[in-house]
């Protein structure tokens, strides 16, 4: 009997535990629920505080999958709209996990946190589209590569998205 694998869509969500106004907290929302009514599967840092719980919430309440991949050793930490805790016990190198097992990333303004997850994205050759989020001039090159794309509508997101993963 042939077994076949059918592997579903990951699109990581980063960014800052702590919103700077009330639009990043209603963008990240919006993104989670558009994640969700994509059918795909929403992966992030897991914790219950900013971008990783306003987008989780989206996505769970509109009848997603969420993955929080946890940086602590206990799952007290996350957020109670993530599906399924990985806890890795493992600090920032949890960045690395939130990369690798993400088919493109999605950066929303954040800091220090955010910005390692977006160069070890473009160091394994990973498309992120920064939403809302401007980095500095350094990740233009990445641009004229094909791997940075810049949105600042959820609706321009949902169509790079479905032509990026067409």
Request: proline content about 2%; charged content about 20%.
């Amino acid at each position: 009997m042939e077994v076949i694998i059918i592997r579903r869509i990951i699109i990581g969500v980063m960014g800052g535990a702590e919103f700077v106004t009330a639009d990043e907290e209603k963008y990240a929302y919006q993104i989670g629920k558009m994640i969700a009514l994509e059918g795909w599967v929403l992966l992030n840092g897991g914790k219950a505080s900013g971008v990783m719980d306003a987008s989780a919430k989206g996505a769970r309440e509109n009848g997603g999958i969420t993955i929080g991949i946890l940086p602590n050793d206990r799952n007290c930490f996350a957020s109670r709209y993530i599906d399924i805790p990985i806890i890795t016990g493992m600090g920032l190198a949890r960045n690395v996990i939130n990369v690798l097992s993400s088919n493109i990333i999605i950066a929303l303004p954040g800091r220090a946190g955010t910005i390692s997850e977006i160069a070890l994205a473009l160091n394994h050759g990973k498309q992120v589209i920064l939403f809302r989020f401007e980095v500095g001039a350094w990740i233009y090159h990445y641009k004229d590569k094909n791997l940075v794309f810049f949105v600042n509508e959820v609706d321009g997101l949902r169509q790079l998205l479905r032509e990026i993963l067409n």
